[in-house]
């Protein structure tokens, strides 16, 4: 399993309501465990993460723009699970720099 070249939008999250018109798409790139990548949409401008993979989980540092003006910020653990169509979903834990509140989100693979 590799992440490399996958893309994602996101549908669901404890965070905020997502906006199923504009979902934050999220593109993957990966070699030798490493991970990054980009995401916008919905309420984030530009957004950057990098971070690890070891085997089904995948450990990131992220930071965005926002739409309403400002950045954020923080650090999530995401489960790779397959789909019962063989995409992808990534099921993740994160949370906000400065704020210890655990939010969860599922992201799925756009095929």
């Not at 999250?13 to 919905?42: I, K, L, N």
Request: proline fraction near 1%.
């Amino acid at each position: 399993m590799n992440l490399n070249g996958r893309t994602f939008v996101m549908v669901s999250s404890t965070a905020s309501a997502v906006d199923q018109d504009s979902p934050t798409e999220f593109r993957y790139r990966e070699e030798d465990g490493v991970v990054w990548g980009s995401y916008t949409g919905d309420t984030v401008t530009q957004g950057r993460f990098v971070g690890t993979r070891d085997g089904e989980l995948v450990s990131i540092s992220y930071v965005h723009a926002l739409k309403a003006g400002g950045t954020a910020g923080g650090q999530s653990s995401s489960r790779i699970e397959t789909a019962d169509d063989g995409l992808l979903r990534l099921v993740e834990e994160f949370s906000f720099d400065g704020d210890d509140t655990v939010h969860v989100s599922v992201c799925r693979e756009v095929g």
